[in-house]
């Protein structure tokens, strides 16, 4: 039987030790949790894969168990986990996979979250609470993570929490297409972005660079002792006879997003669109989001939305064909970068 490697010879002059140069070839392998199976077979689907062969279970006392039914040995795998419901027992799943893979010799693991978990706990607000963001990444390193893969950070700074290779997408290309094929030219006229708070500022204004909309800020107030309860204090900007764009990163109870639409109807807003990227849809989301002050709601479906939480004004669009490029171009040391004209 043939060798497959190749004998080299000690070579002093290059400088080249001897040893046994490997014929074998990169190989891309697509792992999923039980999170949201539709975004991973879409995205395998979009590389021309399939997902790896998993057992999964769950014991009566809570505990997870997963096994790779194959051979992962030497593959650069990534292994694909959304957060939505319920939160924790995806986290722990994710970090019993990596555990898994990285066992089986796995030769780089990548964790793609299209949403961060705990994002939002992403610095101390008062003393003595925790910077949860941060121990995830810590939790992900330490079961085996080489590098990680999300869309739309709450906070860039949480790159800075993983002591590796952090790959941070934008929804945006995603959205504005829809916006782009689906708004008037009168609509497009009269259109304004809308910031929800002066924290997504940023985002908001790149937005309005790409769509020629004006932007307008709302300002509001948050009672750090009270979770989800937000006061709208009043709009930088004219809004009047306009068609509002609100931006967002993610809607979790929809109280924030309810209240600005709400400021800006009572402003004179003609129409208030919301697009956001993380559909998080937390109890009462879907119900608050049907008021009359609210037009339509476009989401991605980085995070799994049940059928009992959508309704006819909800446009979800698909994230995996970015997810799948991104994946791509990691794999064959391509440019993440230049998916997003340099911002990534």
């Known amino acids: 039987m043939a060798s497959k490697h190749k004998k080299v010879d000690l070579d002093r002059e290059n400088g080249i030790a001897p040893g046994l140069v490997a014929k074998t070839k990169k190989r891309l392998v697509v792992a999923s949790g039980r999170s949201h199976p539709a975004l991973a077979a879409d995205v395998a689907e979009g590389l021309g894969t399939q997902l790896v062969p998993t057992e999964y279970r769950t014991f009566a006392s809570g505990e997870i168990l997963t096994r790779f039914e194959v051979s992962i040995r030497g593959c650069d795998v990534f292994l694909l986990q959304s957060f939505g419901e319920p939160v924790n027992e995806w986290m722990m799943e994710m970090l019993i996979m990596l555990d898994a893979l990285k066992r ?68 945006k290309p ?75 990163d993610m809607i979790d109870t929809g109280g924030t997003i309810v209240k600005a639409a709400q400021a800006l109807k009572a402003n004179g807003a003609e129409r208030v669109i919301v697009a956001a990227t993380h559909a998080v849809f937390s109890d009462p989301a879907s119900e608050r989001l049907q008021d009359a002050s609210i037009d339509e709601v476009v989401v991605t479906d980085s995070i799994p939305v049940p059928e009992r939480k959508r309704w006819e004004s909800l446009t979800i669009l698909p994230i995996a064909p970015l997810l799948a490029r991104a994946i791509r171009e990691v794999f064959e040391d391509g440019s993440v970068t230049s998916m997003f004209d340099g911002a990534a």
Request: aromatic fraction near 6%; include cysteine; proline fraction near 5%.
């Open 104 to 171: 089986a010799s796995a030769k780089r693991i990548t964790v793609v979250a299209p949403y961060f978990p705990y994002s939002r706990q992403d610095k101390k607000g008062r003393g003595r609470e925790p910077i949860s963001a941060r121990l995830v990444a810590d939790l992900m390193q330490t079961a085996g993570a080489d590098r990680i893969m999300s869309v739309d950070l709450h906070a860039a700074q949480i790159q800075g929490f993983f002591d590796g290779p952090v790959d941070h997408l934008f929804a």
């Open 174 to 248: 995603v959205l504005l297409e829809y916006f782009e094929r689906t708004l008037s030219l009168e609509d497009r006229e009269k259109l304004t972005v809308v910031s929800p708070d002066t924290g997504r500022v940023r985002v908001a204004d790149t937005w309005s660079d790409s769509l020629g909309a004006p932007l307008a800020i709302i300002h509001k107030r948050r009672d750090p002792n009270v979770a989800n309860q937000v006061t709208v204090s009043e709009i930088v900007g004219d809004v009047s006879g306009r068609v509002c764009l609100l931006v967002d």
